[in-house]
C-alpha cells in the first residue's frame, strides 16, 4: 500500500495540514459508503434508520472538508487523489463477513482513525485541531455502534470471539495504514521536531550530516512506537466495553 506524494522535496506545515485534510476526506467518503450499503443489510428498520443517519453525517464531513480545502485555493480532487488507492485496497482486503462485522469494523477504523489524525494534528495548527476534533470525534456514533455490538453479543455469545478476531485483523490494517502515511508524509518528523545543533567547523560536514541522520532517525522511531501504542491502548479500550479482549 502506498500513497502518490514523496519525501523527496522539503515538506512545509502546509503541505502536511494539506495532506491530512485529503486523508481524512476519503476516509469520511469511503465511511458514507460503507455505511450506506451496510443500512440496506440491516436485520431491523430502526437499525436501517440509524445507519443511514450515520451516513448522512460522515457525508456531511465529507463536504465540508472540500469547502475547506476549496477556501484555500486548492483542488480537493488533487488533494484526495493520493490516498485513494491506499484506502481502497485496505477496504478490499477487509472486505466483512456479515452486518455484525460491518458494524464492528466502523467500530475499529473509525476509532483507530479518530486518535491517529488528533495525533497527527497536534503537531499542526489550531484550525487542524478543531477540524479533527469534530469531525473525528462522534461520540454518539461510537456509543451506538458499541450499544448495537453489545446487544448482538448478549444475543448470541459466539459472536464474541469471532468478533474479537476480526477486529485484531482490522487493528493491524489500521496500524500498517498509519505507520505508511506517517512515513510517506514524514508525520513522524513534524511531532518530533527536535532540532540539533549545527556542527562546528572543527567538525566534518559528512560526520555531522551522519549524526543528525540517526538521531532524527531515531527520534522518528521512539514517536511512531510512542504513538502505536497508545493506538494500541485505546483500541484495547474500546474492545473491552464490548466484553472482548484485543
Excluded: C
Excluded at 458499541?146 to 478476531?165: G, K, N, T, Y
Amino acid at each position: 500500500m502506498s500513497t502518490q506524494g514523496t519525501n523527496s522535496a522539503p515538506r512545509h506545515a502546509e503541505d502536511d495540514e494539506m495532506a491530512l485534510l485529503g486523508l481524512i476526506a476519503y476516509q469520511e467518503l469511503t465511511a458514507f459508503e460503507h455505511l450506506s450499503s451496510d443500512a440496506r443489510l440491516s436485520p431491523t428498520l430502526v437499525d436501517r434508520e440509524t445507519l443511514a443517519r450515520l451516513a448522512v453525517t460522515e457525508f456531511a464531513h465529507y463536504e465540508l472538508i472540500r469547502e475547506i480545502i476549496a477556501a484555500r485555493g486548492m483542488d480537493a480532487q488533487e488533494v484526495i487523489a493520493p490516498f485513494i488507492s491506499a484506502i481502497d485496497q485496505m477496504h478490499q482486503r477487509t472486505k466483512p463477513g456479515d452486518w455484525y462485522e460491518s458494524l464492528t469494523k466502523a467500530y475499529v477504523i473509525d476509532g483507530v482513525a479518530a486518535d491517529f489524525y488528533m495525533y497527527i494534528a497536534s503537531a499542526l495548527t489550531d484550525e487542524a485541531r478543531t477540524l479533527v476534533r469534530d469531525v473525528k470525534t462522534s461520540d454518539a456514533n461510537t456509543e451506538w455502534l458499541r450499544e448495537r455490538l453489545q446487544l448482538a453479543i448478549a444475543d448470541r455469545p459466539d459472536r464474541a470471539s469471532r468478533l474479537a478476531l476480526w477486529g485484531r485483523r482490522l487493528l493491524g490494517e489500521a496500524l500498517t495504514q498509519a505507520r505508511e502515511i506517517g512515513e510517506q508524509y514524514d508525520y513522524w518528523g513534524a511531532l518530533e521536531r527536535e532540532s540539533v545543533s549545527p556542527a562546528g567547523p572543527a567538525i566534518d560536514a559528512s560526520a555531522a550530516a551522519s549524526a543528525r541522520g540517526e538521531r532524527s532517525h531515531h527520534d522518528r522511531g521512539q514517536t511512531m512506537t510512542a504513538l502505536f501504542a497508545k493506538l494500541v491502548e485505546n483500541h484495547s479500550r474500546r474492545m473491552s466495553k464490548l466484553g472482548m479482549t484485543a
